[in-house]
């Protein structure tokens, strides 16, 4: 049973580094959190969720850490000679084997820009990291495959579960709204397809989670964003959309 007087934070509340959390022993701490002397203490910078006696800690910034079956979005910067190599925006890049690359029979001595050429954004899973930092991916699986078009955005990769929200609820959202087509990996990456005004509109509501991800009703805060948005678009069809009207944006919304 946990007792409130040793929580010394309340659920969403925004804590930095060695902030105490709570004083006793009826609290279990998540990952970003540690324990000395029956304390707990934060790691890093971000957000606290309280649930019954777990306490955890959504980071609000950090680079990425690639991890197994993680969905990426990669950018090909080498064709080697059995398969591609991606900036997978962490440190360390990544292969993708021809094996794993497509279902497709690909002979001996085959010219492999003819499948992914320098510079092509896919999106793939990772199926391994070992130790010394080696990242190998996938492409056989629903969904993965070369992007085409569009634009690709980076975001923070702690903001990522906001952008996607829960059962993916936040993307259906702006996909409604945008009639965009819309692919968010983990590694931060964000590939946004559609109607090139449309396309600004999802990317001014990307921005907007992306700051706004540890405050309370950013749904409702995302809808009516988005409304406005709307009504902007229909009232202004001749001024040409950049990412600064966001902010014009912003001023319809609190009409």
Request: glycine share 8%.
């Amino acid at each position: 049973m946990t007792n409130e007087n040793e929580l010394k934070v309340k659920d969403r509340d925004i804590v930095v580094p060695g902030e105490l959390l709570s004083d006793g022993t009826s609290y279990i701490p998540s990952k970003g959190i540690y324990k000395k002397d029956n304390k707990l203490y934060a790691e890093r910078l971000g957000l606290i969720k309280v649930e019954k006696n777990l306490i955890k800690l959504v980071p609000l910034t950090g680079r990425y850490f690639p991890k197994e079956n993680d969905k990426i979005i990669g950018k090909v910067i080498d064709v080697l000679i059995s398969g591609w190599r991606l900036d997978i925006n962490t440190a360390y890049s990544a292969v993708l084997p021809l094996k794993d690359a497509t279902s497709e029979f690909i002979a001996r001595g085959a010219d492999l820009t003819k499948y992914f050429n320098l510079n092509d954004y896919v999106i793939a899973k990772i199926t391994k990291v070992t130790s010394q930092n080696l990242i190998d991916l996938s492409m056989r699986g629903p969904g993965l495959r070369k992007l085409r078009g569009g634009r690709i955005i980076q975001v923070k990769p702690a903001k990522v579960p906001r952008i996607i929200g829960k059962d993916a609820s936040m993307i259906k959202l702006i996909k409604d709204s945008t009639g965009c087509d819309l692919q968010v990996g983990q590694n931060g990456l964000v590939w946004i397809n559609g109607e090139p005004e449309q396309e600004v509109i999802a990317v001014n509501t990307i921005r907007k989670i992306e700051k706004e991800a540890h405050t309370d009703g950013l749904t409702e805060s995302i809808e009516a964003f988005l409304k406005g948005a709307k009504k902007w678009n229909e009232q202004n069809t001749k001024k040409e959309l950049t990412e600064e009207t966001g902010k014009i944006w912003d001023r319809w919304v609190q009409k």
